[in-house]
Each structure stands twice: as C-alpha cells, then as structure tokens.
C-alpha cells in the first residue's frame, strides 16, 4: 500500500484555483459500491455539489465536463491495459488523487487471480478467451501511479469518504487513523466476539473505519479496510487456530477483499505454507 | 458505622430514582455484563456467573437469587467519567461555542471496590494536579456510588496485591455485602449522602448473625483471587528491566489492539480529533479514547517515538504499575483483571511481571 495518511494535503484545493474546486469520479475494476456511497450522501452530496463542481461522475451523470480537476475520487483496480494507459490520464488531469475502497487502494477482491493464473481462468469462464485482453495481476492504484491519499474499506464508509473530502476542500490532514477495530469496539460498547462468544474476529489486524459494525451484530471483523498499522497477523493466527479455524479457513479469511495487501498475503501464505511456524510462534 | 439489612433493593432504586438519578447497573446482554440504566431490581442479571481466565469471559444462569455473583465486567465507571467520546467546541464562522456538557446524575449500582479505587485514581490524575480537569469534575460530583463487595472474584482478578478488595473500605456513598438464605444485603452508609439516602428507606440494623455471615463472604473472596503480583520495590525494579529480552518475546505475541488499555479503568489517554462539516461550515473538537498501543499516539513529526511492538508493551506495563508512581504518587493498576480478560490473545499482566522480575 502506497501513501499511509494524508501528509501531501498540505493547501486548500480552492486556494489554488481561485474558483470552485472541480471534482472527477473515476472507476476502474470495481463494483462500483463505493462510488454508490458518494451517492448515498444525499443531503451531504447538494453541499458538496455547492463547495465543488462535480465536474466528472458518470453514475450521477452524463455530461462530463473536460480536465483539470482538483480532486479525483479513483474506484476499481487496475485489471487490464487500457486501464494501464487511463489511470496515466488520470494522474496527469488530477491536482490531488484520492483512491477509494479496497480496489483502488489493495487490488480487491479480483486480486485474487494473483495467486493462481489468469489465462486458466479465463478459459475456464469465456467460451472465446482469446478475445479477454487483461493482465495477469490486479494491481491498486499506488503500484502505477503516484496517490495523495488512500481511503479503507469494502465499501467505503460514507462518513470517512465525507470527512476526507471535507478535509481535502479545507486543507487540512484527514482524520482516518490506521489504528485496529479493537478500538472503535471497544469505545462503541461492543462485547468483544473473540472473547465473550469464541468467534473468530480480524478486528484486531484490521484498520478501523467501519465503526466495528459486525462485532456490532455479533460477527467477527472480516477485514474490509485492510490491515492497521502495525498488524500482527502470525499471533492472531494463533488465537483463531485455538478457537478451531482449520488451514483453509484461515487462508480463506485473508483472502477476500484485500487479499495481496502485504501483511494480508503473508498471513494467508503463512497458514497455508506451515501450520507447525504458527503454532510454534 | 451502623450496618442495616435491606430485603431488596426495589427501595432503593425507587429512592434513587425519585432523586432525580439514573440508576446504572450490571445487566446481562450479548452475554456479557454490562453497566446499563435500569429501572427496577428486576432488570439485574439475577442468577449470573462469569468464568474469566486470560482472553475468555463465558457468562451461565444458575437458579438461585444472588444477582451480584460475578466480578467486573468490561465496563468500569471510566465510560462514565470519562466517556468515548465527548466534543470540547464547537466553532461557526469563528465563533467559538464551548460545549458545556451537562453532568448527568447518575448512580452506579454494582460497582466494585476494585472500581473505587480506580475512581480515586481518576480523581488524582484529573483533579489532583495544576489543571484540573472541569467536565470530569462536574460528572464526578454527579455520582451517587453503591458498590458491591465482591463475593466471587473472576479467575483474572488480583485486587488483593493491589489493596484494593474484594471488599470497600472507602469511597462509596453505599456498599451492599449480598448474602443467601434467605437473600439480603447488608447495607452501610459511607457518606453524609449515603446516610441520607438510607433514612429515607425503611431498613432493620443488621444483627450479629448478618455481620458475621458478612465477614465470611469478604474473608473467602479474599481468599479466592485468580491472580497475584508481588508488588515489592517494583516501582524500582520495573523500569531497570528496560533491555530485558522478555519485552520482544510479548511483543510477538501481543496485537497492539489497545484492547487492555480501553478496558482498563484508570488509563486516561486521549486523542483530539477537529473536523469540519461540509454542510453548514462548523468545526468542531472531539477528544476520544486513544492508547500507547497505537502508531499516532506517540508521533512526532510524522513518525512514531514508540515504533516497535515492544517500545508499546513496555510502555504498557511500565507505566501502570511503576512510572504511575512517579508521575501520580500511586499504582496505576488497580487489579481489576480486567486487560487480561479482554486480552484477545490472554497476555496476563500477572505473568509477564513475574517472568521480568
Ligand atoms: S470483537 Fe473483534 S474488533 Fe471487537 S474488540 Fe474483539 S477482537 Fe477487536
Ligand atoms: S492494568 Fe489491568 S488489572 Fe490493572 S487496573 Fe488496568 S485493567 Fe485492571
Ligand atoms: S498505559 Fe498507556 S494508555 Fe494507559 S494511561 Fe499509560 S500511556 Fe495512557
Ligand atoms: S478485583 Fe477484587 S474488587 Fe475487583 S472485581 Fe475482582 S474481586 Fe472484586
Ligand atoms: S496486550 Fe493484549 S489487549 Fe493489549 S494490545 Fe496486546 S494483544 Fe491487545
């Protein structure tokens, strides 16, 4: 994962242009989940649309209207290589480039592909495969382009992407801290899963955002916005094998919507590669 | 002071009430016990008892009448002295609006003596020195304290080494000792408050034999602590183990999750968070739970002083049971059991003071 907090934020996009900020929604491969966050702002997106043009939003609307922009809000992963060129576009037409969602940002869900092989897959799927011209790897955005700031989550939680904006439009640092779910949790007045019921819980590797929402209703963390700041992945494996997860449940937990965000994927290859490394940790 | 018998405490919570306080007190819920506004005896989680061993809390339903028969729970009196979250101002087109958070009145009922203690904690570090701390100070004059001596203390639990319980000494405006056959309380006032409170209710003065069987449940909880720590010259001895080995062999098990320091209920630490809305142009402050465990916490000039697992364990430890001492004049722990329970991995603060030693 690229940039970890917001430190390039450092002026008010509408100081530089003397005008109302110019806002672009891109979407790569995605599910476009996050961008129909932006969308449920409703009462808050009439007051984003009155600080800034939204001036390129194609699941709002069509007319997009021409380059530069101030902000650019980027869904989806890179998959294949007209997305190689676009993202370049991008870059070049965006002041400040803030990715959204666990896509942008660790490659996704389809980043799956990158622990098998593509071409298999494709012929496995499409009755023509040789039409299919994508890559072999689903890449975030921070591996083919420089980005301003990376913002967590499967979807994104619409008070963050809020805050962000709001962040960006006054410029100042975002408050999205990179600490674990433990301490949304714990501050929300959740019973802890792991501890009170035995259910196996990421929250504890997993950066918080979410507002620990499924601890809330009594499910363990998934681990949606990705790994926190300092996970230790190889001691909660050792927890979550103690509460009775078998190696494919382990490997099968990491390996979901940021599955090749480096702390996640060396959690996923450690169960899977050696059983005795954990246990003897 | 004069000891009184109360049958139940439907009285007393009607009396509370009728003061004009919120009675909090243990309820069952998600299987845990939690500190939650109640309105009457019945909504205590009679018949419940808690298992607590590192990183594990079961919670079971006996038969029987006892509905204080289980140790702490996660939630101290912090939540309500010092909330999760709480705006300090609020700002509109530079005006500057202090946010003047009204004390509730409340009264916490079921609190336990570990509890107490770590009230008088709270009270030196945010009373106690040149700034004191106005919102805490108008939420603390807010509470009436009924606190339970303990007669089950939870397999965590070590309040004896910490002279802390498992029964009250001080404190209080009421402490409850709960006794069977037949269930009462024997009841004793430790303020001109509490005095007041039990005038006001209809009580028998307890005789010999409800004093007696009151000794005998604090005497046998005493007796049954989960854990213990030999607290000798460790405000010497801790902070000379800084280069100890044993620091990285907790740092590779511990998570940096900062679930013990949220539980615990003297760590006071927060963070200040401004933001500003989109929609009408207010800024506001929020001060929030923060904990040594996090990257933030210690950073300066964008990297953290504290970057590595075991700089944070270290931290931990240290400061609640030696550097508190330098800094308060007393321990910052007050065995509650509370961090090892709530341990997702079952670090027991017990044990890795006794492998440093
Ligand atoms: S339920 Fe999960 S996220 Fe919540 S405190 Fe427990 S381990 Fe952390
Ligand atoms: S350090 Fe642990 S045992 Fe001591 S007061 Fe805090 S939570 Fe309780
Ligand atoms: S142990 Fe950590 S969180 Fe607790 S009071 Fe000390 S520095 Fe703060
Ligand atoms: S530490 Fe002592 S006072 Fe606190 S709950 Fe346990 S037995 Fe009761
Ligand atoms: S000691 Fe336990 S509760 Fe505390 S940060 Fe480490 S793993 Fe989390």
Same mark, same amino acid.
Request: hydrophobic share 35%.
């Given at each position: 994962?690229?940039?970890?907090?917001?430190?390039?934020?450092?002026?008010?996009?509408?100081?530089?242009?003397?005008?109302?900020?110019?806002?672009?929604?891109?979407?790569?491969?995605?599910?476009?989940?996050?961008?129909?966050?932006?969308?449920?702002?409703?009462?808050?997106?009439?007051?984003?649309?009155?600080?800034?043009?939204?001036?390129?939003?194609?699941?709002?609307?069509?007319?997009?209207?021409?380059?530069?922009?101030?902000?650019?809000?980027?869904?989806?992963?890179?998959?294949?290589?007209?997305?190689?060129?676009?993202?370049?576009?991008?870059?070049?037409?965006?002041?400040?480039?803030?990715?959204?969602?666990?896509?942008?940002?660790?490659?996704?869900?389809?980043?799956?592909?990158?622990?098998?092989?593509?071409?298999?897959?494709?012929?496995?799927?499409? &009755?023509?495969?040789?039409?299919?011209?994508? =890559?072999?790897? $689903? #890449? !975030?955005?921070?591996?083919? /382009?420089?980005?301003? +700031?990376?913002?967590?989550?499967?979807?994104?939680?619409?008070?963050?992407?809020?805050?962000?904006?709001?962040?960006?439009?006054?410029?100042?640092?975002?408050?999205?801290?990179?600490?674990?779910?433990?301490?949304?949790?714990?501050?929300?007045?959740?019973?802890?899963?792991?501890?009170?019921?035995?259910?196996?819980?990421?929250?504890?590797?997993?950066?918080?955002?979410?507002?620990?929402?499924?601890?809330?209703?009594?499910?363990?963390?998934?681990?949606?916005?990705?790994?926190?700041?300092?996970?230790?992945?190889? &001691?909660?494996?050792?927890?979550?094998?103690? =509460?009775?997860? $078998? #190696? !494919?449940?382990?490997?099968? /937990?990491?390996?979901? +919507?940021?599955?090749?965000?480096?702390?996640?994927?060396?959690?996923?290859?450690?169960?899977?590669?050696?059983?005795?490394?954990?246990?003897?940790? | 002071?004069?000891?009184?018998?109360?049958?139940?405490?439907?009285?007393?919570?009607?009396?509370?009430?009728?003061?004009?306080?919120?009675?909090?007190?243990?309820?069952?819920?998600?299987?845990?016990?939690?500190?939650?506004?109640?309105?009457?005896?019945?909504?205590?989680?009679?018949?419940?008892?808690?298992?607590?061993?590192?990183?594990?809390?079961?919670?079971?339903?006996?038969?029987?009448?006892?509905?204080?028969?289980?140790?702490?729970?996660?939630?101290?009196?912090?939540?309500?002295?010092?909330?999760?979250?709480?705006?300090?101002?609020?700002?509109?087109?530079?005006?500057?609006?202090?946010?003047?958070?009204?004390?509730?009145?409340?009264?916490?009922?079921?609190?336990?003596?570990?509890?107490?203690?770590?009230?008088?904690?709270?009270?030196?570090?945010?009373?106690?020195?040149?700034?004191?701390?106005?919102?805490?100070?108008?939420?603390?004059?807010?509470?009436?304290?009924?606190?339970?001596?303990?007669?089950?203390?939870?397999?965590?639990?070590?309040?004896?080494?910490?002279?802390?319980?498992?029964?009250?000494?001080?404190?209080?405006?009421?402490?409850?000792?709960?006794?069977?056959?037949?269930?009462?309380?024997?009841?004793?006032?430790?303020?001109?408050?509490?005095?007041?409170?039990?005038?006001?209710?209809?009580?028998?003065?307890?005789?010999?034999?409800?004093?007696?069987?009151?000794?005998?449940?604090?005497?046998?909880?005493?007796?049954?602590?989960?854990?213990?720590?030999?607290?000798?010259?460790?405000?010497?001895?801790?902070?000379?183990?800084?280069?100890?080995?044993?620091?990285?062999?907790?740092?590779?098990?511990?998570?940096?999750?900062?679930?013990?320091?949220?539980?615990?209920?003297?760590?006071?630490?927060?963070?200040?968070?401004?933001?500003?809305?989109?929609?009408?142009?207010?800024?506001?402050?929020?001060?929030?739970?923060?904990?040594?465990?996090?990257?933030?916490?210690?950073?300066?000039?964008?990297?953290?002083?504290?970057?590595?697992?075991?700089?944070?364990?270290?931290?931990?430890?240290?400061?609640?049971?030696?550097?508190?001492?330098?800094?308060?004049?007393?321990?910052?722990?007050?065995?509650?059991?509370?961090?090892?329970?709530?341990?997702?991995?079952?670090?027991?603060?017990?044990?890795?003071?006794?492998?440093?030693?």
């Amino acid at each position: 994962m690229g940039t970890r907090k917001g430190t390039a934020v450092t002026r008010s996009v509408r100081k530089r242009t003397e005008g109302v900020p110019r806002l672009a929604v891109w979407k790569f491969a995605s599910c476009d989940g996050c961008q129909l966050t932006l969308l449920d702002c409703e009462d808050e997106l009439l007051s984003v649309a009155a600080e800034v043009e939204i001036a390129y939003f194609l699941e709002a609307s069509s007319a997009p209207g021409p380059g530069p922009y101030d902000l650019s809000l980027v869904e989806g992963s890179i998959t294949t290589p007209e997305d190689l060129e676009r993202i370049q576009h991008v870059r070049r037409v965006s002041k400040h480039l803030v990715t959204i969602g666990a896509c942008a940002t660790a490659g996704g869900i389809q980043a799956l592909r990158d622990f098998g092989d593509v071409r298999e897959f494709a012929a496995v799927v499409y &009755a023509r495969p040789g039409y299919i011209a994508t =890559l072999d790897r $689903s #890449t !975030p955005i921070s591996a083919n /382009v420089p980005v301003d +700031f990376e913002l967590r989550g499967c979807p994104i939680d619409k008070r963050q992407l809020l805050e962000v904006i709001s962040a960006f439009l006054a410029g100042r640092r975002p408050v999205v801290p990179a600490h674990s779910v433990c301490v949304e949790c714990k501050a929300r007045g959740n019973a802890c899963v792991m501890v009170a019921h035995g259910t196996p819980c990421l929250g504890p590797v997993t950066q918080a955002g979410c507002g620990a929402l499924c601890p809330a209703f009594d499910r363990g963390c998934y681990g949606c916005f990705g790994p926190m700041e300092s996970p230790n992945a190889r &001691a909660l494996n050792k927890q979550l094998r103690a =509460l009775g997860m $078998s #190696t !494919p449940e382990l490997v099968r /937990v990491y390996r979901t +919507f940021n599955a090749t965000a480096e702390p996640f994927r060396q959690a996923s290859e450690s169960a899977e590669n050696s059983r005795e490394a954990d246990d003897d940790a | 002071m004069a000891a009184f018998v109360l049958d139940s405490l439907e009285p007393l919570i009607a009396e509370l009430r009728s003061r004009g306080f919120a009675v909090v007190g243990p309820v069952a819920r998600g299987g845990v016990i939690r500190m939650e506004e109640i309105s009457s005896a019945a909504d205590l989680p009679r018949g419940a008892r808690d298992e607590q061993t590192p990183g594990r809390y079961r919670l079971s339903t006996h038969d029987g009448d006892l509905m204080f028969d289980y140790a702490a729970s996660p939630d101290s009196a912090k939540r309500f002295t010092q909330p999760p979250r709480q705006t300090l101002i609020r700002m509109r087109r530079g005006d500057i609006e202090e946010v003047e958070d009204e004390a509730p009145r409340l009264a916490l009922l079921g609190i336990r003596p570990c509890d107490l203690a770590a009230l008088a904690v709270q009270d030196r570090v945010f009373l106690g020195g040149r700034h004191p701390d106005p919102a805490y100070r108008r939420r603390r004059e807010a509470l009436f304290l009924v606190t339970v001596n303990c007669a089950v203390p939870g397999g965590t639990c070590f309040c004896v080494s910490m002279g802390t319980g498992p029964k009250a000494t001080k404190g209080f405006d009421l402490a409850l000792t709960e006794l069977a056959d037949p269930h009462r309380f024997v009841v004793e006032a430790g303020s001109e408050k509490g005095v007041d409170v039990l005038g006001a209710l209809s009580q028998a003065a307890a005789c010999d034999d409800d004093l007696a069987a009151a000794e005998e449940v604090s005497r046998i909880a005493a007796e049954h602590m989960g854990r213990q720590v030999d607290t000798e010259g460790i405000q010497q001895w801790l902070p000379q183990a800084h280069d100890s080995p044993r620091w990285s062999d907790v740092a590779s098990r511990c998570l940096s999750c900062t679930n013990c320091t949220m539980v615990c209920p003297t760590c006071f630490c927060t963070t200040m968070e401004d933001s500003t809305s989109l929609s009408d142009g207010t800024a506001e402050r929020v001060e929030r739970w923060d904990s040594c465990f996090t990257l933030d916490f210690s950073e300066l000039n964008g990297s953290p002083v504290r970057g590595s697992g075991e700089g944070r364990y270290r931290q931990w430890l240290t400061h609640k049971f030696a550097t508190w001492y330098d800094q308060f004049g007393m321990s910052g722990c007050v065995g509650c059991g509370r961090c090892i329970t709530w341990c997702p991995v079952g670090i027991d603060v017990t044990e890795e003071l006794a492998n440093l030693r």
